[in-house]
């Protein structure tokens, strides 16, 4: 089992299929030659100091010892990106991870599978929508401690005189309503 060096390895692994686990990314790229395996490791500046990006490498090195000469395959380079959870997560437990991941990038991926985004948010609208009609709430109707004249749009309340309305673009004050008292500061009335 040889280790990655090169930068284009580690790219040309980053576009292959991928395994996430608790403690790890893992991405394996069948490179179609018959050659030995190859492993890397990448450990960002995220997950810690250098001391506890050495602790995890060496965790995750000595995983991959145990896992990789029996379920990987010749001709595959497997890299795996480590994430904070591999310095806490019990050793057996990350074997049992690396087990898992490796027989996921090595199973094919069936084209179509994976839904669309587009459908995806379409029916969480929908679904919000539905469950607002079953609790008796009205999706459109204003929030209750949105201004008299406020609208909402797009989640954020928009009050009239911002919407560039004539009485914004002529920079008149908006006449009060009946549930809006003027005050001395607005120079009306003391109530």
Known sequence: MDHLRKRRDFLAAAKAERAGATSFLMQGRDRGDAGTMRVG???TKKTG???VRNRIRRRLREAV???LPDAGRAGFDYVLVAREAALRTPF???VQEIE???RKVHTPKVPGARKSPSKTSASKTSASKASALKT???PDAPKP???HDARETDGRPEHPASTGGAGAAAGAPTPPSDDIKPTPADGGLPA
Do not use: D, K, M, W
């Open 136 to 138: 008796g709430a009205q």
């Open 65 to 67: 010892r145990r896992v």
């Open 100 to 102: 898992r991941s490796v």
């Open 92 to 94: 057996e437990t990350l």
């Open 41 to 43: 490791f990448t450990v």
């Open 145 to 147: 401690n949105a201004p």
């Open 49 to 51: 100091n250098s001391v």
